[in-house]
């Protein structure tokens, strides 16, 4: 988890030093693929709060998410249908439920104390 905070802290400072131009027919992409990079870091967190964390299945779950969203929205560009929806609702969702999750375990360890 200590790779993805650094990685996510070194991707900020990116973004701020050298700001780009994405043109806008890969800005759906390129906001599938933050949507489900920050769905990962999450669960990650969430996982490592549960005592379950584990680095291949962060780093595998990371890629595979990225890949799927990726071609969803791909085969949802050639069928001319906006498939990207799916993608949005399914890691919003998701985002939605380790965020509760992580809020009830941390007010869980804060009334314990």
């Known amino acids: 988890m200590l790779f993805a905070m650094i990685g996510l802290i070194i991707g900020i400072c990116a973004g701020l030093v050298f700001p780009g131009y994405i043109p806008k ?52 560009s050639l069928l001319d249908i906006e498939l990207y929806y799916a993608a949005i609702v399914v890691f919003g969702v998701r985002l939605f439920q380790n965020f509760a999750s992580i809020r009830r375990i941390l007010l869980n360890s804060h009334q314990k104390k």
């Open 25 to 76: 027919e890969y800005s759906i992409y390129v906001a599938i693929a933050l949507l489900s990079a920050f769905d990962t870091v999450i669960g990650g967190v969430l996982a490592r709060l549960e005592h379950r964390y584990n680095d291949k299945v962060f780093l595998s779950g990371f890629i595979i998410n990225s890949l799927l969203a990726a071609l969803l929205i791909y085969a949802g």
